[in-house]
C-alpha cells in the first residue's frame, strides 16, 4: 500500500476542478479573478493498493487465474506443488521472476523522488 499527501498550497486553477484527488471549487475573487479557482482543500490523501493476477491463457478465467491479490500471495498460489493452473516449468520461472521483484514496480516507486513531476501525465 503507498499513500501519497498532496498538499495544494497556493494552486491555483483556470477553471473548475472536479477531479477527486486535487479537487477545486472555490473562485479565488469574483471582481478581480472571475475565472481562477482555489483547491478545496489543503491538504488530500491518496491510497494505493498495488494487486496482481496471472492468468494462463490456455484456460478460461475461473480455472486458469489467480485471486487477485498481493504479490506474495499470487507467488504462493502459483508455487503451490498441485499446480492448479496447468502452468508449464517455462511460464513458473517467468512468473517468479516478475512477482520476486514486484516491489520495485509498485506506485511507491513511480512517484520516489519525482516531486510534482510524478502529477504529469
Known sequence: MTLMLLAQNDVLYEGPSNDPWMPAHSVLDEVLYPNTFMGDFHLNLLGCV????????????????TKLSGALDVLMEFTNPANPYGINLYQEETIVRFLSNAMYRNMNYAVAGRGASALNC
Not at 494487486?51 to 484456460?59: A, V
Request: proline share 6%; glycine share 6%.
Open 50 to 65: 498495488d494487486k496482481y493476477q496471472i492468468c494462463n491463457p490456455n484456460r478460461d478465467a475461473a480455472t486458469g487465474c
